[in-house]
């Protein structure tokens, strides 16, 4: 509930703070409720996806939980079942772990999204609501599971439109691209833009027409990556232009030139102070 409400209303920093020191929960073994533990797998692969530790780690991390769940359920699903006595209850039962393997799948294809960025085939927006429609019909006397469904999918659609790919993926530059590609890898990993970043893209702050841009932000709210987009959209406009970086100190000049060496490295930038 605290990540959903931290997606919602933009504090994704808050959360992923709030949620640095979050343990994987400890299953108990092949006799605990299946369907208990297919819910808690879809519950801890979405935090993972919301705290984004480690950047990709987490990411692999949420991917692995419900690849996990696939496995186990050749061997737990049965037995689960096979408890039940009464016939329609054991049907019962079945649609609505049918319910729950359609979650799975909507956080496993925004899990995949997050990993494979541009490369991603297919619509992740329309993966997020056919499984979310489909887990809604199911759980159709089940308004907890419902509301459980409501909260993943609006919370799934957030992790994309907050990603670099989603911000970035109108603008067809390759440098860009492949720029991305490389802070996505880089020790920083950065896989998702801050409220500020995608609220000054949404402002058109890459708009190959503009002539001017003026972004005001405080201090380490992420203007240093967006004046390096800039810098790409400039260089793919003209090759032989010259960008100008300024600061108010020669340690601010050390410091931004050493973070522009390391993330132009492997766009044949040259960069001099």
């Known amino acids: 509930y605290l990540a959903s409400l931290a997606l ?4 994704t920093v808050r959360i992923r703070l709030d949620l640095k020191n979050y343990e994987l929960f400890e299953h108990n073994g092949p006799e605990s409720d299946w369907r208990e533990r297919v819910l808690n797998g879809i519950f801890e692969a979405f935090i993972l996806l919301v705290r984004k530790k480690n950047g990709f780690g987490d990411i692999s991390d949420a991917i692995r939980i419900i690849s996990s769940l696939k496995e186990e359920q050749k061997n737990y699903e049965e037995a689960y079942l096979g408890k039940i006595k009464n016939q329609n209850a054991i049907i019962e039962e079945a649609m609505l772990l049918l319910g729950l393997y359609h979650l799975s799948k909507a956080i496993t294809e925004t ?12 619509s992740l927006e329309s993966e ?8 809604r019909k199911i759980f159709k006397y089940q308004p907890r ?7 993943l999918e609006t919370g799934l659609g957030r992790l994309q439109r907050n990603s670099i790919w989603f911000s970035t993926s109108a603008i067809k530059v390759k440098k860009l691209r ?4 490389l802070k996505s890898k880089a020790d ?6 801050l409220p500020s970043q995608r609220d000054a893209i949404k402002g058109k702050l890459l708009d190959l027409a503009s002539n001017v841009t003026v972004v005001e932000m405080p201090t380490s709210s992420g203007k240093t990556l967006l004046a390096e987009f800039n810098i790409i959209i400039t260089k793919a406009l003209d090759m032989d232009s ?9 340690a601010l000049v050390n ?5 522009l060496r390391t993330d132009f490295g492997g766009l044949d930038f040259q960069v001099e102070k």
């Open 255 to 259: 410091q931004v030139y050493s973070d």
């Open 145 to 151: 599971l419902q509301g459980v469904t409501d909260i």
């Open 8 to 11: 919602c209303s933009d504090k």
């Open 242 to 250: 010259k960008i100008v970086y300024v600061v108010p100190s020669r």
């Open 128 to 135: 997020i609501r056919i499984h979310s429609e489909l887990a």
């Open 111 to 122: 899990a995949e999204y997050l990993v494979q960025g541009y490369n991603y085939r297919g």
């Open 178 to 181: 492949d720029f991305c590609e």
């Open 188 to 193: 920083s990993s950065v896989v998702e833009l």
